[in-house]
């Protein structure tokens, strides 16, 4: 008589192999879900540049992204990850005074996100009715924003951006996220 079933090493065998395909599935999408976090990151901060530039264009006057908390005024230290403004600048001082009036208000990113800025640009980045990117006293302002994530690993985006105004952005390898 023949008996119908699984044996108990049958049963055993297609469980670790269950295990381990699962295993390989489940960190393929943690790194997937860590970039898309970074990506989206990254894509806000374009976004806000892109506004930014063509509200210089559009008012034909200057506009101005800086870091801030509160949304009110830009932050005298900490970096872009904190939230960031962006605001017309009526007076061309870089600094948002009563009667600029508020374009956009992001909020700070998630928590263990940094987005930093070269010296250039680690306080403001403004653009003038040309599009350009230009610092108060008038010269060129070129750098770069890195977006990492503690969680993401090794892999960070960057935001560069060109003395014409146009941002790009590139993958890059940090040995940390600072």
């Known amino acids: 008589m023949k008996q119908s079933g699984v044996t108990l090493l049958e049963l055993v065998l297609v469980l670790a192999i269950s295990a381990i395909l699962?295993?390989?599935?489940?960190?393929?999408?943690?790194?997937?879900?860590?970039?898309?976090?970074?990506?989206?990151?990254?894509?806000s901060m374009v976004a806000s540049l892109h506004l930014a530039?063509?509200?210089?264009?559009?008012?034909?006057?200057?506009t101005v992204l800086c870091p801030s908390t509160t949304g009110t005024e830009c932050a005298a230290s900490g970096g872009w990850h904190q939230g960031w403004l962006v605001f017309h600048d009526i007076n061309n001082n870089a600094v948002r005074d009563a009667g600029e009036a508020v374009i956009l208000?992001?909020?700070?990113m998630p928590e263990g996100f940094?987005?930093?800025?070269?010296?250039?640009?680690?306080?403001?980045?403004?653009?003038?009715?040309?599009?350009?990117?230009?610092?108060?006293?008038?010269?060129?302002?070129?750098?770069?924003?890195?977006?990492?994530?503690?969680?993401?690993?090794?892999?960070?985006?960057?935001?560069?951006?060109?003395?014409?105004?146009?941002?790009?952005?590139?993958?890059?390898?940090?040995?940390?996220?600072?």
């Open 22 to 43: 699962l295993a390989i599935g489940t960190s393929s999408f943690v790194s997937i879900a860590a970039n898309n976090r970074l990506l989206n990151a990254t894509n």
């Open 53 to 62: 530039r063509s509200e210089a264009i559009k008012r034909n006057s200057r």
């Open 105 to 108: 208000h992001h909020e700070g």
């Open 114 to 178: 940094r987005l930093t800025g070269n010296t250039l640009i680690a306080s403001y980045i403004s653009y003038v009715p040309t599009g350009a990117t230009r610092t108060i006293s008038g010269l060129h302002q070129v750098g770069t924003l890195t977006v990492c994530e503690a969680l993401a690993g090794t892999v960070s985006r960057r935001i560069i951006i060109n003395s014409t105004g146009r941002a790009r952005t590139t993958k890059i390898a940090l040995a940390s996220c600072p």
